[in-house]
C-alpha cells in the first residue's frame, strides 16, 4: 500500500552551480545542464515506486518533461523506516524554534569559551560559534526533511532564512556547540577527533514530542579542526545533501539533510588530489538527526594505545564524564533503557541495542549496494543512523570488492568488508563500556546480538527483493548467494539486475527470453571486468605477503583476508585475459538460465499450497499472489540509485 507522504525538494539557486563547470563556454549551458541533471536526481533517487504530481493537479500523473517547476513532488511506497509518523500540526518562525539544548544540559562543559584547536579534557561539549561566510544563499532545501523540525514553510522565502543556515545569524534559542570525540581510523586510534567542521544549533522538540537535534557541515572552524579550515564545498555539499535524504527514501536509517547553502566565500581545495588545487565555494549543509553521538565519543576515555601511543584526551576522568554520557543517551533515546537502575545491567541492554541497529543498517546496506567508505568508529552513530557521507559510492557493476574512497588503499572499507568491520567497530565501543560492562559480557552480547542478527536481517530483505513472501526456507541463503556469484561472474549492474528480476513471472515463461537478454546486457566485456577488479598484485608479491604476520597486516590497515582476495584477482584477471567478447556473452546465458531455473522452482513453493479447489479459484489465487510479489518486490528493489557519475 502506498504512503500518502509526499516528499518536497526545491532547488532555489542554479547560479551557485556554474562553479562546477567551468569549462563550458555560455552560462546558459551550464544552468540548463544542473537544472537537468539535478531535476533528474530528485525526480529519481527519492523513491521506489513513484510518480511526479503537478502541484496544481495532485492527483494528475504527468511526465517529467513537461514539468515546468522547480518543485518536485515524490509520492513514495513505504519502506523499512517508520513512513508513518505524525508531521508536526503545529508550524514555527525562526524567531520561536522550540530549543531545548539538551546536549549542553547533560554533558560536562569545556570551560574554555574561546574557539581555537586545542586538546580538550574533561569535556564533552565545546561552545563553538559559526563563522560568518559571505552573501549565503540558498540552494536547495527538503520540505520533509524541515517539517521534522516544524518550521513554516513561509519561512524558507525570508532573506534571513540563508543567513541562519549558513551559521552568519545565530537563530533565537539556539547555542552553539561542537562535541568532543575520538575514534579508532583504518584500525588505529587517533586520539582526539571531534566535530572539526560541524555545529550544532543545538536540538529542538517538535509539537509531536520528537527531539532533533540541527548541526551545520561547513560552518567554520572548531577546537576540533586541528590543520583544517572547517569549511565544506559545493560539490561535496551537494553530494551530502542528495544522499542523505535518498537513503531514507530508500528505507535505510541515516541523518536527514533539510538545506542546502552555498556563498561567495572561497576556500582552496585539490579536487582530484593531483597537485593542481583550485578555489571553491564554501557550502553548508544542515544535517538533521535525534542525536550525533558517536561510537567515538565513548572513547575519550581510552587510556594509551599499546600501538599508536595515543590516548583519550580524557583518560582518567571517566567517572566523571562516563555516567553522564551514558545518562544522556539512554535518557533522552533509550528510555525503556533508562529506566534500569542497575549501571550494570542497563549498560549491557545499550550495548545490545545498538549492535542489533548497527546490524540492521550494515544489513540494509548490503541489499542496495551502498558503500559508506570511511567506516571509523567516530562514524557509527550510537542510534544505528547512516552518518558523515563522504566517499560514498553506491555500486554499479557487482562487485564484492569494491571501495568507493580512494585512500582506502588495502580494501578496509570494501563493500564485502562492510558487516566485519561494523562488527569491529562494536568491539572497539564494547572495550570503551568496559568501565561498566565487563569485556566476557560485551563478547557474548555480540555474539548473541550482532552475529545472529545480521544474517537474519540480511536475508529477510534480500527475500523480500526477490519476492519469496510466504515461505523461509533454509535454502534461500544459497539462492542468494548463487544470485550474487552469477551477478559477479557476469558483471552485472546490482541495481538494474535486481529491477529486471521484478519481471520474472512463477508460471509464465513466455518472457523468458526477453528477461534473460536484459540480465545479459547488464553485464561488461571482459576487457572491462579486468579493470573493474582494480590493481592486480603479483604472485610474488602475494606469496610475501603470506609469509608475513597477521596481525601486523591488519595493524597497517590490510583486511584479515587481504592475500586470499587478491590471489582470487588475480586469477580472475588472468582469466579476462584469454576471454573474448561472444564467449562471454554465451556464458553469461548460460548462468543466467541456470540461475532464474532455480529461481522458478522456488518460486513455485510459494504457490504450492494454493493448488487445492477449482482451476480457476487456484488461477485467481496465484494471479494475487504474483501481483503482490511484484508489487513487493518493486518497492524493495529500486529502479534508480545515486550513482557515483550523477553526483
Given amino acids: 500500500m502506498a504512503s500518502d507522504r509526499v516528499c518536497t525538494f526545491r532547488l532555489v539557486s542554479l547560479e551557485s552551480y556554474l562553479v562546477l563547470f567551468p569549462s563550458f563556454g555560455c552560462e546558459w549551458c551550464c544552468e540548463y545542464m544542473m537544472r537537468t541533471i539535478f531535476a533528474f536526481m530528485l525526480k529519481n533517487l527519492f523513491q521506489r515506486h513513484a510518480y511526479i504530481r503537478s502541484l496544481e493537479s495532485p492527483r494528475k500523473q504527468i511526465s517529467f518533461s513537461s514539468y515546468p517547476h522547480n518543485t518536485i513532488h515524490i509520492q513514495k511506497m513505504e519502506t523499512t523506516q517508520d513512513m508513518t509518523r505524525v508531521i508536526p500540526s503545529e508550524k514555527y518562525t525562526l524567531d520561536r524554534l522550540p530549543f531545548d539544548n539538551c546536549v549542553i544540559k547533560d554533558l560536562p562543559n569545556d570551560p574554555q569559551t574561546k574557539n581555537y584547536v586545542r586538546a580538550v579534557r574533561g569535556a564533552i561539549v565545546s561552545i563553538t560559534p559559526p563563522t560568518p561566510c559571505v552573501n549565503p544563499r540558498l540552494v536547495s532545501f527538503s520540505v520533509p526533511a524541515l517539517d521534522l523540525l516544524g518550521i513554516d514553510p513561509s519561512e524558507v522565502a525570508k532573506p534571513e532564512f540563508a543567513e541562519y543556515f549558513s551559521g ?82 530508500l528505507g535505510i536509517a541515516t541523518t536527514r539533510a533539510g538545506t542546502l547553502i552555498t556563498s561567495d566565500s572561497l576556500v582552496v581545495r585539490d579536487i582530484l588530489y593531483d597537485g593542481h588545487p ?34 583519550g584526551p580524557s583518560v582518567g576522568l571517566g567517572v566523571k564524564l562516563f555516567i553522564p554520557l551514558l545518562n544522556h543517551v539512554t535518557s533522552r533515546f533509550y528510555p525503556d533503557i533508562h529506566a534500569i537502575e542497575d549501571h ?26 551502498f558503500c559508506h567508505g570511511v567506516l571509523n568508529t567516530d562514524n557509527m552513530s550510537i542510534l544505528g543512523l547512516t552518518i558523515d557521507y563522504g566517499p560514498f559510492g553506491f555500486m554499479d557493476t557487482f562487485n564484492p570488492e569494491y571501495i568507493c574512497n580512494r585512500s582506502d588503499e588495502h580494501g578496509r572499507y570494501s563493500y564485502q568488508a562492510q558487516p ?75 541495481t538494474n539486475t535486481f529491477r529486471t528480476l521484478c519481471q520474472v513471472s512463477i508460471t509464465d515463461t513466455s518472457r523468458d527470453t526477453d528477461i534473460l537478454s536484459k540480465l545479459v546486457d547488464q ?18 608479491q602475494l606469496e610475501r605477503f603470506s609469509q608475513a604476520d597477521p596481525a601486523m ?95
Fill in 523 to 540: 553485464g561488461v566485456n571482459p576487457s572491462k571486468m579486468k579493470v573493474q577488479l582494480g590493481k592486480i598484485i603479483s604472485r610474488v
Fill in 420 to 494: 566485519e568491520i561494523c562488527r569491529w567497530n562494536l568491539e572497539k565501543l564494547g572495550e570503551a563500556f568496559r568501565m561498566l560492562l565487563p569485556q566476557s559480557d560485551a563478547q557474548k552480547i555480540l555474539e548473541q546480538t550482532f552475529d545472529v542478527l545480521y544474517p537474519k536481517f540480511y536475508l529477510e530483505e534480500m527475500r523480500r527483493k526477490l519476492g519469496l513472501l510466504r515461505l523461509q526456507l533454509d535454502s534461500d541463503h544459497e539462492l542468494v548467494s548463487s544470485l550474487f556469484q552469477t551477478m559477479r561472474d557476469c558483471g552485472s549492474d546490482m
Fill in 553 to 647: 597486516l591488519e595493524l597497517m590497515g590490510f583486511p584479515r583476508n587481504f592475500v586470499e582476495i587478491h590471489m582470487q584477482k588475480l586469477e580472475r584477471a588472468e582469466m579476462y585475459d584469454r576471454m573474448t567478447i561472444p564467449e562471454k556473452q554465451e556464458q553469461d546465458r548460460a548462468r543466467w538460465t541456470e540461475w532464474i531455473g532455480k529461481y522458478r522452482e522456488r518460486l513455485q513453493l510459494e504457490i504450492q499450497v494454493e493448488n487445492s479447489g477449482s482451476a480457476e479459484e487456484v488461477k485467481t489465487r496465484i494471479e494475487i499472489i504474483e501481483a503482490e510479489r511484484r508489487e513487493i518486490m518493486r518497492t524493495r528493489n529500486p529502479k534508480f540509485v545515486l550513482r557515483n557519475y550523477m553526483a
Fill in 278 to 311: 583550485r578555489q571553491e565555494a564554501v557550502s553548508i549543509v544542515s544535517r538533521i538527526a535525534p542525536s550525533f553521538i558517536r561510537f567515538g565519543s565513548f572513547e575519550i576515555f581510552k587510556p594509551m594505545d599499546p600501538m599508536t601511543g595515543r590516548e
Fill in 344 to 369: 550494570e545491567e542497563r549498560i549491557a541492554k545499550l550495548y545490545a541495542e545498538i549492535c542489533t541497529r548497527t546490524a540492521k543498517v550494515v544489513a540494509d546496506w548490503q541489499c542496495v549496494g
Fill in 168 to 249: 552568519n545569524k545565530i537563530l533565537p534559542g539556539s547555542t552553539p556547540i561542537s562535541l568532543c570525540y575520538c575514534g579508532h581510523q583504518f584500525g588505529n586510534f587517533a586520539g582526539q577527533l571531534g566535530d572539526g567542521r560541524a555545529i550544532s544549533l543545538g536540538d529542538l522538540i517538535n509539537s509531536t514530542g520528537e527531539r532533533w537535534e540541527i548541526q551545520l557541515k561547513g560552518a567554520g572552524p572548531t577546537p576540533y579542526s586541528r590543520q583544517a579550515d572547517g569549511r565544506a564545498v559545493l560539490r561535496s555539499s551537494i553530494r551530502e545533501f542528495l544522499c542523505s535524504e535518498a537513503m531514507f527514501h
